[in-house]
């Protein structure tokens, strides 16, 4: 039969909003009119960080990277590039990576996945979603910081620290930027921060709600870090069009991203595909019996939970496809 394609990688830019058809989708390019208001507080939930938001966790682990950062509104419809919808998603605030690393190429758009022999950028063909990471306010810019393809960053200014400098926050890895600017293709570890995070910064315990008036593109540093507050375990979810024969799901909540799945087949454990660059979106093998056992591993390649299976079956409220853009299920584990 034939495979629904992967889900679209469109993003909402800011401050406007526009509908595009693809393969008999209507797609929502722009958040505000056309989704749910991204102004909402973390979502609850098993393995849901618990006040994550307002105060960072202290001692977070990893390379720290430069970047400068932009925002843009919300994820496309039915869901941005890591494969997660809006309503499934764990946070709100959350950040897109580059898809490409092509400096000074602002017209190549490299086919997705991007193939081994190109230059990928830190999205990493979906290999780094579902992580958290923390951000750090840089300086401002005090000239134009568009990024444009041939303007200079900060053209006619000059880079400042301020008030906002040091203030953190921590987001959540749920989309993808390849568009033909320079901040997608010349700044590697840009950041593309969800609008609605940029008055969640906090800077000794204190919000910072007046930051966007100040924003300009600023300079960050970040790096990744486990979900902060973690507790509980995963959420397994089925995709909109899967079905007994093509079973796609959706995986949330993780404490530490996903870089592969394996399904139990007859005591063989096989590993599982991932559905283009749609990082958090696997298809199962189809079973005589519509159940399934699995396990997976988080971005540093170990198993999670030293290994703990999950087993669930396709669920029946679906019929023969599901039609719901995301359909949770219950599981049991070992």
């Known amino acids: 039969m034939d ?25 929502c390019l722009g958040a505000l009119g056309c989704n749910e208001d991204v102004s909402s507080p973390q979502r609850a939930g098993p393995g849901v960080p618990s006040g994550a938001q307002d ?20 994820i496309g419809f039915p869901a941005g590039g890591c494969g997660v919808p809006h309503d499934a998603l764990e ?29 990928t950028g830190e999205y990493q063909n979906g290999r780094n979603c579902g992580r ?66 940029l008055t969640r910064f906090t800077k000794d315990g204190v919000r910072l709600e007046q930051l966007p008036a100040r924003w300009n593109n600023r ?7 486990e979900a902060p507050g ?33 399904m139990d087949t007859n005591g063989t454990w096989q590993k599982l595909t991932m559905i283009s660059d749609n ?11 519509n159940r399934y056992r699995i396990r997976l591993t988080d971005a540093s390649d170990r198993l999670i939970h030293d290994g703990r299976v999950y087993e669930f079956a396709f669920p029946a409220e679906c019929g023969e496809r599901c039609q719901a853009v995301y359909t949770q299920v219950s599981y049991t584990t070992n």
């Open 3 to 27: 495979k629904p394609i992967p889900y679209p990688v469109i993003r909402a830019t800011p401050g406007f909003f526009r509908f595009v058809m693809i393969s008999g989708w209507m797609l």
């Open 55 to 74: 105060e960072a966790d202290p001692t977070p682990s990893g390379e720290i990277r430069q970047s400068m950062a932009t925002h843009f509104d919300d």
């Open 91 to 119: 946070s709100v605030y959350f950040v897109a990576l580059n898809v490409q690393n092509t400096a000074n190429d602002y017209t190549t758009h490299l086919p997705r996945p991007i193939p081994a022999a190109d230059p």
């Open 132 to 197: 958290w990471v923390r951000v750090a306010i840089g300086d401002f810019c005090t000239g134009v910081n568009s990024g444009a393809p041939g303007k200079e960053f900060c053209a006619g200014g000059s880079w400042t620290a301020d008030e906002f400098n040091g203030a953190t926050q921590d987001l959540l890895v749920t989309d993808s930027c390849q568009d033909g600017n320079r901040w997608c293709r010349d700044d590697r570890f840009h950041l593309d921060l969800a609008t609605a995070s």
């Open 219 to 225: 300079k960050i540093s970040w790096q990744y870090i």
């Open 230 to 262: 973690y507790a509980g375990d995963i959420a397994i979810g089925f995709r909109n069009d899967a079905t007994r024969y093509w079973p796609a799901i959706v995986f949330t909540q993780l404490k530490n991203g996903i870089h592969g799945v394996e």
């Open 279 to 289: 990082g958090q979106v696997y298809e199962l093998k189809p079973t005589a019996d």
